[in-house]
Structure formats: C-alpha cells, structure tokens
C-alpha cells in the first residue's frame, strides 16, 4: 500500500498503468525517452485526442513531447520535484480550469488552470490530478481522472483523450471517469494523508469537481469538504511558485519563440499606417499568429492619444490622431508560455521634440533597468524599481518638471516589472523584494502618464508612454527574449518612411 494511499478495489474502476519501467517501444530523442505509441492494434495517427499530440499533428510537436517544446520527460520530473516537496503522507490535488461561457452555450476560448497545466500538460476541462510520493518515496503517484471518450459528446464538443490516453499519452499510473471522481477520492485519501491543494472554492461552481467542495450534509459523499473534514489540508500555492520559479532551458526556448514572433509582429505594424485602434488591435493579433504563435497572451491595449494614459485600456475603440502617440501593450503566446510587450510610437512618421524627449528618458531608464536583471548583481524588482522612480525624476526635472510632493507616483503610478512565464503575472504571490536569479523571467516596463493640467508642462501634456520587453535573469547579464520590436527612436522613424 503506499503511503497516504488506500488501496484501490475492483469497484472502482480506476484504469492502472504497469510498473514505471521502459517500454520496449521507447526511444531517446536527446530529451530522454519517448515513446513511439500505439493502442492495440491501432496506430496513435489513427486516434483522436482532446489536444494535439506527435503522432497526429507532427507539424506542431516533436517526438516524445506533450505540448510544444516540453516532453513527457520534463513533466515526470516536475511532477517529482513536488512530491520531493510534500511530507511522507502528503497528496496534491489540481483541478483543471472550467470551461467559461459567454452566455448559453456560447463558451469563450478554453484556457488551462496553469498549476494544473505546469504538472500535466493536459489542456482539457474536467479533470483532476493528484500527485503523492511513491512507495520508496523517491518518486511520484500520478492519477489523472478525466472525461471518459464519449461519441455522442464528441461529435458536439469535439475530441476528448480519455482514460486510456491518460495512462498512454499524459503518463499516468491510474486514470478513471471524472465522474466518479467523489468515490475515488474518498478511496485515495487515507486517514493520515495531508492534502495540499488550492482548489478549494469561495463561490459555489457547477463544474464537476469544485461542485464537490460546496457541502450538503445530506451525504458524507457529497462535497470534498466533507471528504476532507478529518483531514489536514494545506495550501500549495507556495510550494508551486517555488517550483516554477526557475524556469527550464526548454520553458525559456517557449517564451524566447513568443518573443520573436511578437516582437517582429510589432516591427510589421509600425511600417503600416493606422487609423482607427481596432484595425491595428485586429492586425496584431492575426500576426501574432501569423508570426508562429498560438494565440494573443492576453487583451491587448491600443490606446491612443489621451486613452494611454489607462493602464489597461482595452476598449481599443477610438480613433488614432495625426500628432498623437499609440501606446500598445500586447504579446502572443507559444505552448501557453507568454510574452508582454510595449512599444509607443507616432500616429505621424516623425516624432515631436517633445515627444521624442519624452520617449527618449523613459527608453534610457529602461536600458539601465534591463542591465541590472542578473543574479550577480543580487537586484530585487523592488530594488530595481527604485533605480527607474531615481532615473525618471533626474530627467524629468531636466525636461521642467516640478517634482515635488507625489508627482512621481502621478506620472509612474505602476511597478517596473512583474514576472512571467505561464502567466502575465507569473507565480502569483511572489515577493518582488527578494534577489534575482539566473533562469527567472520579468519584464521591465517604465512608463510615464502626463494628466492634462496646468501642474505639468504644456508640451508634455496627455502624452503617455511606456517602453516594455520581457527578460529572462541570467548570472552576468540579461536575456532580452523581444528584440525583435523596434524601439530606438531612429529605428521607428525609418520604418515610417
């Protein structure tokens, strides 16, 4: 029996996978082993899964991947490296994320809860994962509960990967119907097992597994609470940003193709001229694909003129004014790794003096900001932030400014950088005070918003600007993951022309 584990009888119906041995009909691709899969007698390019895997979409993943650029290699160990982290009786429990709809059953773009994601690579909705340690405690227990294949749901919803594929493709050592998921629970979870998990919902949900944590007192079976109500449970927010702190060769290749193929998306829209918000906000986003990346990593904000200076302004609107700035904030995303950019430049092909003065400070605060992004310097965000607000008001004073009082906290009223990876705002929670280090990824993103008032200078008024890439720490210097979009002012200007 392993440890925090209960046996698992017959009446379960829990599919288990063999021992973690290695299959004859495995082979090393350089990564480490891969598997050249089959079922029965039917080959793997002759199935049909809920997400894209080797054999039947070899155009978008390599052998012995799970999804673009990370193989089933890399999730098996990070799978170990939690349950390194848990306690001898420890389980982590993920869910998936839900589908979202728009109304009725009109749903929005599916997009994986990323912890789930991190661990699996599995980008389907309803399904549970829980990891443990193994018996020797020198490696993990992986169980993947997940919709059972279903024709009739298929043919509406389109494919889904099953149980089997569960154990065959995903790697784990049990798999079974996620609607069985309240039986299984219950024979998975000892008496002295401690659960980490951060599922627990603060609203009621009407997914299949969040539905089991709103408690009816009804039934000892209904409700994971109720489940859990002798057990410890903790949450795993901590040990999974720890985890993903340091990103891997193989996650930075990720960003580093979403960098590239944003940044030039960026490049090509300078050239254009552009009138109206939406048809600029459209073309990057089509280029972004275009380009080899996957999908737009969030909303994106085309803001111009006066609208630039809402941090978030996404209503993308308005029309774009001969004399005026366009601030875009905007990036695609590569096998759900992100990238942030922000680039500013003229409506017209020329920058003003005052606007080229203005751009000119914050781009010289951004390069000193991005040199300091590596370990060796032993630079916070915080501490790297401090450097930009000290930068920014030395060169403000010069272009006539009154600094006193709040003023700075008027005109750079965000952080400097946030990290990234899965995420826009990457490991949420992380202390932005503690050092740098080698193999961490952040942006850095100086900005100015000059309100309309008689307090600032009259040539500076309404402008609002911000200069951003997204940087990968290295030991003695920064990885610039977006060089590709333009941003020296004589660069801009040539594209223009």
Known sequence: MRHGLRALGRTSRIITRRARSIPKNWISNGHGVVSLRSYASVAAADLQFGQPVHETHPHLLKAGEITPGITAVEYAQR??????????????????????????????DYHQESNFFYLTGFNEPEAVAIIGKSAAHNDHTFHLFVRPKSPKDEQWEGSRSGTQAALDVFNADESGDINDIERHLSQIIGDESEVYTDALPSNPSTS???????????????????????????????????LQNIKSDAEIANMRKAGQASGRAFTEAMR??????????????????????????YVPVVAGGKNA???????????????????????????NYITDITRTWPIKPTFTPPQKDLYNAILATQRTCISLCRASASNSLDKIHQVAEETLRDSLVGLGFDMSGNALETLFPHHLGHYIGLDVHDTPGQSRKTPLQAGQCVTVEPGLYIPPTTRWPKPFRGM????????????????VLT?????????????RR
């Open 464 to 479: 609002g600007i911000r200069i951003e890439d997204s940087v990968c720490v290295g030991e003695e210097g920064p990885f």
């Open 309 to 335: 200076s809402q941090i978030h302004y996404v209503r993308n609107d308005d029309v774009l004014v001969d004399g005026d700035l366009v601030l875009v904030d905007a990036g695609g995303e590569y096998g």
């Open 272 to 297: 254009q001229a552009w009138t109206l918000e939406k048809d600029l906000t459209a073309y990057l986003e089509y280029m972004f694909k275009r380009k080899g990346c996957e999908t737009s990593a």
């Open 79 to 108: 799978r170990s490296n939690l349950a390194s982290k848990l306690p001898k009786n420890g389980l982590a429990i993920l869910a998936a994320a839900d589908v979202k709809y728009r109304s009725g059953v009109v749903f929005y």
């Open 208 to 242: 299949t597994f969040t539905r089991l944590f709103s408690s009816r007192p009804s039934s000892v079976t209904n409700g994971l609470s109720k489940i859990l109500e002798k057990t410890k449970v903790t949450p795993l927010k901590s040990i999974m940003n720890d």
């Open 483 to 495: 060089t590709e979009a333009v941003k020296e002012v004589d660069d801009i200007e040539a594209l």
